[in-house]
């Protein structure tokens, strides 16, 4: 019903930038939030940051300052732009979204993509 998919990670050096993007798809009645989170090798998932459709932005304190998440509401996009990447921030991103379909509009559903990895190192 609905499907995220995942965009912009790679390898880059510390000190370096990029850019995530996730596209939301499908039977999309309304976006309620978008965010990403991250699993780094034997260690839990973490919350990064996440944005509500009206704007409101929350980060995790190891992000802050250095990551900014926006979003395009027309487009049902949501951006994490990452700068000053540090190795610990090597992990595989997933896009997470709470969205009510059209097949059940008043219960907002949890989905997630499929991830990106995202490698910081010299």
């Known amino acids: 019903q609905v499907q995220l998919v995942e965009s912009g990670g790679g390898l880059v050096q510390p000190g370096g930038s990029l850019r995530l993007s996730c596209v939301a798809s499908?039977?999309?009645?309304?976006?309620?939030?978008m965010g990403w989170y991250r699993r780094a090798p034997g260690k839990q998932r973490e919350r990064v940051a996440d944005i509500t459709s009206g704007g409101s932005t929350r980060y995790a304190d190891s992000v802050k300052g250095r990551f900014t998440i926006s979003g395009d509401n027309a487009k049902n996009t949501v951006y994490l732009q990452m700068n000053s990447l540090k190795p610990e921030d090597t992990a595989v991103y997933y896009c997470?979204?709470?969205?009510?379909?059209?097949?059940?509009?008043?219960?907002?559903?949890?989905?997630w993509g499929q991830g990106t990895q995202v490698t910081v190192s010299s």
């Open positions: 499908g039977s999309i009645f309304s976006i309620f939030a």
């Open positions: 997470n979204a709470d969205i009510a379909t059209l097949q059940n509009v008043d219960v907002a559903g949890d989905y």
